[in-house]
């Protein structure tokens, strides 16, 4: 049961950072696509 809850969460942690990365792109994206 432990080991489950740890693999979530670790599965959650790299989703997470997936999303971050997507945001900062994106912002990034559309920074230089007014310059």
Do not use: N, P, S, W
């Not at 740890?6 to 950072?17: A, I, T, W």
């Amino acid at each position: 049961m432990l080991e489950d809850r740890c693999q979530k969460k670790k599965r959650h942690g790299l989703e997470v950072r997936a999303f971050f990365l997507l945001k900062e792109r994106r912002i990034a994206d559309a920074i230089t696509g007014y310059a």
